[in-house]
T-cell receptor, first 116, second 111 residues
Framework: EAGVAQSPRYKIIEKRQSVAFWCNPI?????LYWYQQILGQGPKLLIQ????????DSQLPKDRFSAERLKGVDSTLKIQPAKLEDSAVYLC??????????????FGPGTRLLVL | KQEVTQIPAALSVPEGENLVLNCSFT??????LQWFRQDPGKGLTSLLL?????REQTSGRLNASLDKSSGRSTLYIAASQPGDSATYLC??????????FGAGTRLFVKA
């Protein structure tokens, strides 16, 4: 079974530039999550999708971050414009076949973002 | 608001030692608690998941316990090996299916 795929693996940009990350979850998983992990901290949930719909985006800085999950499969997370404090690892995870309650989360390798 | 704390922040032990990692959470109304392992530069790997109705889960040399009333979970690693060196994270899932992570315990097992 293929795992959660993310790209790119690394990205270096200057502040005020924009950047986008892509995630392909495990096939059949209805729930998709984006987390931000700052060095030395645990991951912080940014947004959670159930199929196409947003379940929780309470910690997403909506003035600069946006995310979408078209057709309930792949997802993109965008930052525009980026700030220095956005330097972090962005993790994508997925869980639960259709119709099942969210259980074990499976994580991708993450995208390391450095904002200069 | 749910908060998750892990103690200690870092731990160094000799190979072969049994060890316990601690995780505490402030709101006992959790749906489940999950332990993860994170290697440097990698994503998270799920180790054990304990449902709110369960007391413990075991996988190989790992045993995780859950005490909701006291807001605590422990991860027990038996006969530690250098390959166990990693950061261990616990995550509490609330009834609204929001996942709150602790900051992790960095474990180093010396050969």
């Amino acid at each position: 079974e293929a795992g959660v795929a993310q790209s790119p693996r690394y990205k270096i940009i200057e502040k005020r530039q924009s950047v986008a990350f892509w995630c392909n979850p495990i096939s059949g998983h209805a729930t998709l999550y984006w987390y931000q992990q700052i060095l030395g901290q645990g991951p912080k949930l940014l947004i959670q999708f159930q199929n196409n719909g947003v379940v929780d985006d309470s910690q997403l800085p909506k003035d600069r971050f946006s995310a979408e999950r078209l057709k309930g499969v792949d997802s993109t997370l965008k930052i525009q414009p980026a700030k220095l404090e956005d330097s972090a690892v962005y993790l994508c995870a997925s869980s639960a076949p259709q119709g099942a309650p969210p259980e074990t989360q499976y994580f991708g390798p993450g995208t390391r973002l450095l904002v200069l | 608001k749910q908060e998750v704390t892990q103690i200690p922040a870092a731990l160094s032990v000799p190979e072969g030692e049994n060890l316990v990692l601690n995780c505490s959470f402030t709101d006992s109304a959790i749906y489940n608690l999950q332990w993860f392992r994170q290697d440097p530069g990698k994503g998270l790997t799920s180790l054990l998941l304990i449902q709110s109705s369960q007391r413990e889960q075991t996988s190989g040399r790992l045993n995780a316990s859950l005490d909701k009333s006291s807001g605590r979970s422990t991860l027990y690693i038996a006969a530690s090996q250098p390959g166990d060196s990693a950061t261990y994270l616990c995550a509490a899932r609330t009834g609204g299916f929001k996942t709150i992570f602790g900051a992790g315990t960095r474990l180093f097992v010396k050969a």
